[in-house]
């Protein structure tokens, strides 16, 4: 197997041959990033055996039922990646503030920020679950980050990917050329590259969205999702499918294998909020993925690459796969849209109605 197949490792070393100053430090930061993960995958397979299932009983500073396996996962992550020099901060979904480097470590050129257990209400029902990383420059390279200097758009990532923990645990890559996806033999400890250059097609007949917030969408979504659900019959001419599995990762991840297009749309569900999802460890480093390979990922209104952060966890709109199809989305979103008077009503009621069909 070793001499088929390119381990993460050498997959590392040989993306770093074309940087002419490379030092190893940011190969060191992906490969203590994957030591995490391959923690937390062997954590996530023992579930209940090891009395890990459940809650811990506090909640998190979003406000979530902390699980004990995101406790786990954050210090896996914390334990594997500060000791090594390469990192000058972290942020992490489970913290309020960012992590500070204690001081018997070297600081680094890297800000890495992570969601270090993505979807973690799945665990007790063993459906996948994932961690998602993002990293950026630190704009003072060596001492100890500032809380300002982790808002950067995610423009600005030098890489990001996921691990997800399904039926094989895999990570998947983006140091800015292309999206590249390792599966973990368990064996023998190694990441191995089984899905070189991913592509998302431009097309797709495969939504997700949680429709049962259907009546706190805006309009352009109501109206782009009773678009697919006419199907053959209604202006797209063509039926969809509709896929959703409540978190990120296991989304992503399908969209990058074949295709689909994932909203988590702004809703008035709470008016405070602007989205579901965390900007600068979920929707920055999946966009990226996304990005690079072939697809599209947007607020509705604007590239989420482009987004300036405010807050480290803070909460934005997400839109993101087949190019053509978040493109349409983010058209509904800058036209004018007369949408019929009940159609935040229940859809049979909208949908049987002839006469507004006719209009549109
Ligand atoms: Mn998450
Ligand atoms: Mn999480």
């Known amino acids: 197997m070793l001499s088929t ?6 997959f590392l070393i040989v993306e770093a041959r074309r940087h002419e100053n490379s030092t190893g430090e940011f190969n060191s930061l992906i490969l203590d990033v994957a030591l995490a993960c391959k923690t937390i995958a062997r954590q996530v397979s023992y579930g209940a055996l090891a009395g890990l299932h459940g809650a811990v009983g506090q909640t998190n500073v979003q406000g979530e039922q902390q699980q004990k396996l995101d406790v786990l996962a954050n210090d896996a992550f914390l334990r594997a990646t500060e000791w090594g020099g390469h990192i000058a901060g972290i942020v992490s979904e489970e913290l309020d503030e960012p992590y500070e480097i204690p001081a018997a470590y070297p600081k680094g050129k890297y800000l890495l920020l992570f969601d270090p257990l993505d979807g973690s209400s799945n665990i007790d029902v ?14 003072s390279p060596g001492v100890g980050a500032s809380y300002d200097d982790f808002l950067q758009p995610g423009s600005q990532q030098v890489a990001a990917g996921y691990a997800i923990y399904g039926p094989t645990t895999m990570l998947v890559l983006t140091v800015g050329r292309g999206v590249h996806g390792f599966t973990l033999d368990q064996t023998v400890g190694e990441f191995f590259l089984t899905h070189p250059d991913l592509r998302i097609p431009e097309q797709t007949a495969e939504f997700a969205i949680n429709h049962s917030n259907r009546r706190f969408w805006e309009p352009a979504v109501r109206r782009y999702v009773d678009e697919c659900l006419e199907g053959r019959q209604g202006p797209r001419d063509k039926d969809f499918n509709m896929r959703w599995i409540a978190a990120l990762v296991a989304e992503a991840h399908r969209i990058l294998t074949r295709g689909g297009v994932f909203l988590y749309p702004k ?70 849209y007369d949408e019929p008077e009940d159609a935040d009503l229940d859809l049979p009621l909208y949908a049987s109605r002839g006469l507004f069909r006719a209009s549109r």
């Open 126 to 139: 063993n459906v996948s679950v994932g961690s998602i990383f993002s990293v950026l420059r630190a704009p």
């Open 267 to 336: 809703d008035s569900k709470d008016p405070a909020r602007a989205g579901r999802l965390r900007l600068l460890y979920e929707a920055n480093p999946v966009g990226f993925v996304i990005e690079q390979a072939g697809g599209w990922a947007s607020t509705g209104r604007e590239r989420v690459l482009d987004v300036q952060p405010s807050e480290i966890h803070q909460r934005i709109a997400f839109v993101f796969g087949a190019r053509e199809e978040v493109e349409r989305i983010e058209r509904y979103h800058a036209e004018h």
């Open 5 to 10: 197949r390119t381990t993460l490792a050498q």
